[in-house]
C-alpha cells in the first residue's frame, strides 16, 4: 500500500473565524517507507496523523490510500478499513485496565471477528516486544515502557499497512525511549509497514531514513542542526 496526501488544509473553527492549522500540506509515502516527523507544541502534528489515521477528516485536500479515497467510504466501511489496515501508538498506552496484555494485544482483532491464527500471532509480536513472559498480567503490573511495548504489539495485531504513533516514547525516560523507537523501527522492517512517527526527540528522528518538519502547517525538509 501506498500513501499519498496532496495538499492537505484544516481549519478549525473558533469564535473568531476559521483558524487554519493544516495548509497545504503534501507527503508521499511508499509501501515500507519510513518517515519521522518534528516539529514545536502547536504546530498540527497530531492534526496530521488523526487525519492520516481516517479519525479526522481535512477540510480540503486528500489522503489516498492504495490509490484509494478512505473518505469516500461509508462510516462504518471507514471504520473496518481503519481497524484493518492502520495501527495506532499514542503517547499515553490506552491499554483497557481490566485486560491481561494478551487480551489488549488482542482487541483490535475482536473488534474485526478475525478469525485464524491471531492469537498465535499476538503472542509472537508478544515475544518480539520481549514481554512473553508477560501475558496474564495487567497493565497495571508494568513498567510504562512495558504498557508502551504492549500497545506497540497492539497496533501490530492486524498487521496494518500503515503504523502511525503520536510521541510514542513521549512519556518514558530516555532509555526507555530508545529501546521502544527502536523497536517500531525493527517491527516497520520485518513487517514492511509504511511508518510514520511524531517525536520530539533528535535522537529517535535521527535513526529514520526520512525527517520532515511541520512548520507553518506544512511539512517540510528538516533545517540541519
Ligand atoms: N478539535 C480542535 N478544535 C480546535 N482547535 C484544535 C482542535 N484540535 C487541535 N486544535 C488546535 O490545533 C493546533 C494544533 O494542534 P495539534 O495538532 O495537537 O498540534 P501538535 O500535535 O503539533 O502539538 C493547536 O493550536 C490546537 O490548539
Ligand atoms: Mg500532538
Redesign the pocket.
Known amino acids: 500500500m501506498a500513501l499519498e496526501v496532496t495538499q492537505l488544509c484544516?481549519d478549525?473553527?473558533?469564535r473568531s473565524g476559521p483558524?487554519a492549522?493544516l495548509r497545504n500540506a503534501t507527503l508521499q509515502l511508499e509501501h515500507g517507507d519510513a518517515l519521522a516527523v518534528m516539529?514545536?507544541?502547536?504546530?498540527?502534528?497530531?492534526?496530521?496523523?488523526?487525519i492520516l489515521g481516517t479519525l479526522?477528516r481535512p477540510t480540503s485536500g486528500s489522503v489516498r490510500l492504495d490509490g484509494k479515497d478512505p473518505f469516500a467510504l461509508p462510516e462504518q466501511e471507514l471504520a473496518d478499513f481503519r481497524n484493518r489496515h492502520i495501527g495506532f501508538v499514542f503517547q499515553d498506552h490506552h491499554l483497557l485496565p481490566q485486560c491481561s496484555v494478551l487480551e489488549n494485544v488482542l482487541i483490535p482483532t475482536v473488534v474485526a471477528h478475525a478469525g485464524g491464527d491471531t492469537e498465535q500471532w499476538a503472542r509472537e509480536l508478544l515475544k518480539r516486544v520481549g514481554l512473553s513472559d508477560r501475558l496474564d498480567h495487567r497493565p497495571a503490573e508494568l513498567s510504562g515502557g512495558e504498557r508502551q511495548r504492549v500497545a506497540v504489539a497492539r497496533a501490530l495485531v492486524q498487521r496494518p499497512a500503515l503504523l502511525l504513533a503520536?510521541?510514542p516514547t513521549g512519556n518514558l525516560d530516555r532509555r526507555t525511549a530508545q529501546h521502544v523507537g527502536q523497536l517500531l523501527l525493527d517491527l516497520h522492517l520485518q513487517e514492511q509497514t509504511m511508518l510514520v512517527v511524531?517525536t520530539h526527540s533528535a535522537e529517535l528522528a535521527k535513526r529514520f531514513p526520512r525527517q520532515l518538519e511541520?512548520a507553518d502547517g506544512s511539512l517540510q525538509a528538516m533545517e540541519a542542526p
Open positions: 484544516k478549525y473553527p473558533t483558524l492549522i516539529g514545536p507544541s502547536g504546530s498540527g502534528k497530531s492534526t496530521l496523523l488523526h479526522d503520536d510521541e511524531v511541520m
